[in-house]
Nanobody, 121 residues
Framework: QVQLVESGGGLVQAGGSLRLSCSAS????????LGWHRQTPGKQRELVAT???????YYSDSAKGRFTISRDNSKNTVFLQMDSLKPEDTGVYYC???????????????WGQGTQVAVAS
């Protein structure tokens, strides 16, 4: 069983930054790819960023140039640095794990509980 615990959400002014963290149970980096999804008001949950098996980052169009995904294998943790935040980035951000036998942008096998991000204009 994979457990994912997110932290780092909060309220920030437009133009500000937040750093989200996702702590994963067990040594999962060899078996799963970790990424970040979000659900903004009135929209379906969407992939924001993930690391492919070659460790090349993938970003949604809305995240490119503003968000950076990274990981610390020694701590089983993946991060999402979010800069130049906009009000439309407001939503719940979820960490997710995808089996390495699937493509990293395929539907995840495991989800975290989510962390709320609110960007005030």
């Amino acid at each position: 069983q994979v457990q994912l615990v997110e932290s780092g959400g909060g309220l920030v002014q437009a133009g500000g930054s937040l750093r989200l963290s996702c702590s994963a149970s067990g040594s999962i980096f060899g078996l799963y790819t970790l990424g970040w999804h979000r659900q903004t008001p009135g929209k379906q949950r969407e992939l924001v960023a993930t690391l492919t098996r070659g460790q090349t980052p993938y970003y949604s169009d809305s995240a490119k140039g503003r968000f950076t995904i990274s990981r610390d294998n020694s701590k089983n943790t993946v991060f999402l640095q979010m800069d130049s935040l906009k009000p439309e980035d407001t939503g719940v951000y979820y960490c997710a794990a995808v089996s390495i036998f699937k493509h990293p942008i395929d539907p995840p096998d495991y989800w975290g509980q989510g962390t709320q991000v609110a960007v005030a204009s």
